[in-house]
């Protein structure tokens, strides 16, 4: 049982497109939902992250959507590069970096 | 990779063979992790450690212990290893108690099991 549920699988966006990743949670005590990017052959790396408390929040092209009362959060990128090609999973935890809950990933694969 | 070293990178290993893997963090983060990632799956939480000799399961437990005898190196062990456990396993470190609170991961090891 995942706790955390992630959509697409796969995506393919044209260069400049926006990339849309959405997660759904279940668990209300989770109070930190990163998201983490990976290239291949490395480990994953903190992308951007949000607490509940707020419903955006947006670091350079890369934005967090957040609403709490559905339990799902989003990640948008805006004008995709193809160096944005990469795995990128949600997370979920109750306490900052700890014991983090992944969701199942997505590729994306921006085409120029 | 924030001063962490997995080795080895990469590991074949017949069936029933025990196998160990090493994490070295050079950042003195108190809590280190071991998940491993598989496809659809995402990465899952196999073991965690909050200091020294402090370990407790995560999500996917068995068939795996943990030692943490020193607050740098936190090791992982298949004591018999099976085909289900071929995986890329990732060590991971956080310290809640510092500005910075984002976990940091390694690089991986990639382990097949024969």
């Known amino acids: 049982q995942q706790q955390v549920k992630q959509s697409p699988q796969s995506l393919i966006v044209q260069k400049g497109g926006i990339s849309i990743i959405n997660c759904a949670y279940e668990n209300t005590a989770f109070d930190y939902f990163p998201w983490y990017q990976q290239f291949p052959g490395k480990g994953p790396a903190l992308l951007i992250a949000?607490?509940?408390?707020?419903s955006e929040k947006k670091e350079g092209r890369f934005t967090i959507s957040f609403n709490k009362s559905a339990k799902q959060f989003s990640l948008h990128i805006m004008d995709s590069q193809p160096g944005d090609s990469a795995t990128y999973f949600c997370a979920a935890s109750m306490e900052y970096g700890n014991k983090l809950v992944f969701g199942a990933g997505t590729i994306l694969r921006v085409k120029s | 990779d924030a001063g962490i070293t997995q080795s080895p990178r990469h590991k074949v290993t017949e069936t029933g063979t025990p196998v160990t893997l090493r994490c070295h963090q050079t950042e003195n983060h108190r809590y280190m992790y071991w998940y491993r990632q598989d496809p659809g799956h995402g990465l899952r939480l196999i073991h965690y450690?909050?200091?020294?000799?402090?370990?407790d399961k995560g999500e996917v437990s068995d068939g795996y212990s943990v030692s943490r005898s020193k607050t740098e190196d936190f090791l992982l062990t298949l004591e018999s290893a099976t085909s289900s456990q071929t995986s890329v396993y990732f060590c991971?470190?956080?310290?809640?108690?510092?500005?910075?609170?984002?976990?940091?991961f390694g690089q991986g090891t990639r382990l097949t099991v024969v």
């Open positions: 991971a470190i956080s310290d809640p108690g510092r500005m910075n609170t984002e976990a940091f």
């Open positions: 450690s909050y200091g020294v000799k402090d370990t």
């Open positions: 949000i607490r509940p408390d707020v």
